[in-house]
């Protein structure tokens, strides 16, 4: 079985969960608290130097991280990676701009709210800058999704669950999506789709 090393309030970890639901996939859930540097012991750091979650272990032994590789290695053979070259690059085109410009500041402004004291005057400034960035991103996504329902060949796919993993919780890092309207709808439409769990679901698909 597969075995998926985790934080429960990582969205580059539901990711993952998410896909692996709408898989059908079991899985074992290994809970491993960043927060106390579990990804820093020694033992986890000899199945990712890299010390971040997710992490993957195949039946085979080997390990497999980044959660976007994650997504494109257990998409492969399944409808939610499409077959045509074309196709299949803008769906890694996404998943490059949601680990380039949306993560990175989306998910970077949830996390400072939940996990931090309230910000200093530095911290605020930064935080206004990774809100700014956040909203070009969000920017990107509504003007492409007022044409077409999913961001690659009019359906479903892991390019879509990249981006929705740090998207829906977005307010939690005081991102408004009002103004989104396209990506408010576009979020209902993966909301909508067979084998959606929510980010706290539990690990058996």
Do not use: C
Request: charge should be negative; aromatic fraction near 12%; charged fraction near 25%.
């Amino acid at each position: 079985m597969l075995r998926l090393y985790d934080y429960a309030d990582s969205g580059n970890g539901y990711k993952v969960r998410l896909l692996l639901h709408q898989l059908g996939q079991p899985f074992e859930l290994i809970e491993v608290d960043i927060l106390r540097g579990e990804t820093r012991s020694e033992e986890f750091l000899r199945m990712n130097p890299n010390g971040r979650v997710p992490l993957l272990a195949l039946e085979d032994g080997r390990y497999l991280a980044e959660s976007d590789a994650i997504l494109f290695y257990l998409a492969e053979g399944t409808p939610l990676l499409p077959d045509e070259r074309l196709e299949r690059a803008q769906v890694l085109q996404w998943m490059f701009f949601e680990q380039y410009n949306h993560e990175p500041n989306i998910a970077t402004a949830r996390f400072w709210l939940r996990h931090f004291d309230p910000p200093d005057e530095q911290r605020r400034v930064l935080l206004e800058q990774k809100r700014a960035a956040g909203h070009a991103a969000l920017s990107v996504m509504e003007a492409h999704l007022r044409a077409r329902p999913f961001f690659v060949g009019g359906r479903y796919s892991i390019a879509d669950i990249a981006l929705y993993a740090y998207t829906h919780v977005a307010d939690q890092g005081g991102f408004h999506l009002g103004g989104y309207p396209a990506l408010r709808a576009w979020l209902e439409r993966v909301r909508g789709q067979p084998g959606h769990v929510p980010m706290d679901a539990p690990a058996a698909p």
